[in-house]
């Protein structure tokens, strides 16, 4: 279901808690509000729509794909980006890698470590931040 996005600075400002099987009706929604803003929205986390769980989506190429409990393993090449995002007004400088390893579980639990470049690696590293607290 499409949930309102969260604007808050203090509660996007709050990190999440680990995601389990019992948030999958949370990456659903998630994966729906994404979905709903797709004409200017790439990707987004949890926190913006209320919920402080680990869980981002995001568009990988063609497909949207779903990650709970992301961790950045490896990272290399840093640069400079400029970064807007949905809840918040405005662009950011944001420090990023050009291609990073990720260990995540897709929702069906399973643990898999996978690695990303370019834009994509770049949507993934804002989402984790927004994961971690990070305004961006």
């Not at 393993?73 to 890698?97: D, H, I, M, N, Q």
């Not at 990073?100 to 770049?122: C, G, N, P």
Request: charge should be positive; proline fraction near 4%; charged fraction near 25%.
């Amino acid at each position: 279901m499409v949930q309102p996005i969260v604007r808050d600075p203090i509660i996007l400002a709050q990190k999440s808690s680990p995601a389990s099987k019992d948030d999958l009706q949370t990456a659903r929604d998630l994966l729906d509000t994404l979905l709903a803003h797709r004409d200017s929205c790439v990707g987004m986390a949890a926190n913006m729509i209320g919920v402080h769980k680990r869980i981002i989506v995001f568009l990988s190429g063609s497909e949207y794909l779903t990650m709970l409990n992301p961790e950045i393993t490896e990272k290399y090449g840093p640069y400079e980006a400029e970064e807007a995002c949905l809840s918040l007004p405005g662009v950011r400088k944001a420090k990023r890698w050009r291609k990073i390893k990720v260990r995540f579980q897709y929702t069906e639990l399973k643990s898999v470590t996978k690695s990303f470049s370019d834009f994509t690696a770049q949507i993934i590293q804002h989402e984790i931040d927004h994961c971690c607290g990070i305004l961006v």
